[in-house]
């Protein structure tokens, strides 16, 4: 099953400054620990125990994932996965 997963900027570093990888899984969190296996730290820099990093976004095709189930989303061949670290901040 062949899932592409579109990695920020932020996240590069750990695929060799890829935009977008493939992976494999029938859930989120299975994805996420196939990544880790070829992209050794980006499943720590997305997951934090039991769901996702607070100011990391997960889009299953255009979906936020939040709305779904979380890590436990199920994922279907040709899903597409992005990842988007939340942004915050600015000046008053």
Do not use: C, W
């Amino acid at each position: 099953m062949a899932i592409e997963v579109r990695i920020p900027t932020i996240l590069r570093p750990y695929t060799d400054g890829q935009k977008a990888v493939e992976g494999a899984g029938a859930t989120l969190d299975e994805l996420f620990a196939d990544l880790d296996t070829r992209h050794t730290g980006i499943r720590e820099r997305i997951v934090d125990g039991t769901g996702l990093r607070r100011f990391i976004n997960v889009y299953l095709n255009d979906e936020d994932v939040r709305f779904l189930d979380g890590i436990a989303t199920k994922l279907n061949d040709g899903d597409s996965v992005t990842i988007l670290p939340a942004v915050a901040g600015g000046m008053r």
